[in-house]
Nanobody
Framework: QVQLVESGGGLVQAGGSLRLSCAASGSFYRINIMGWYRQAPEKQREFVATITDGGSTSYAESGKGRFTISRDNAKNTVYLQMNSLLPEDTAVYYC??????????????WGQGTQVTVSS
């Protein structure tokens, strides 16, 4: 199995920055895709950004130019640098990984989430 632990959320004023981190641990052969999704109150979970183990990135339109995703494969850790934050970025941010676990094969895994609150 794969466990994902996020950190770095918090309260920030509009225009500020936050850096989220997510470390993967457990028993797995490979993590292909790592990324971030978010869920605001009374809204569905939505895509934020992903990065492959080869470094290819993808961003939601809402974060382009403001968010940067990066990854340290040696540490099995993914980061999300968020700049110029807006109140509408307020949400619980969830780490995601697509990994090949030793016992169960390929699967999708989620972290517990970290709250990001942007005040106006």
């Amino acid at each position: 199995q794969v466990q994902l632990v996020e950190s770095g959320g918090g309260l920030v004023q509009a225009g500020g920055s936050l850096r989220l981190s997510c470390a993967a641990s457990g028993s797995f052969y490979r993590i292909n895709i790592m990324g971030w999704y978010r869920q605001a109150p009374e809204k569905q979970r939505e895509f934020v950004a992903t990065i492959t183990d080869g470094g290819s990135t993808s961003y939601a339109e809402s974060g382009k130019g403001r968010f940067t995703i990066s990854r340290d494969n040696a540490k099995n850790t993914v980061y999300l640098q968020m700049n110029s934050l807006l109140p509408e970025d307020t949400a619980v941010y969830y780490c995601y990984a697509q990994a090949m676990a030793r016992l169960s094969g390929w699967g999708n895994y989620w972290g517990q989430g970290t709250q990001v609150t942007v005040s106006s």
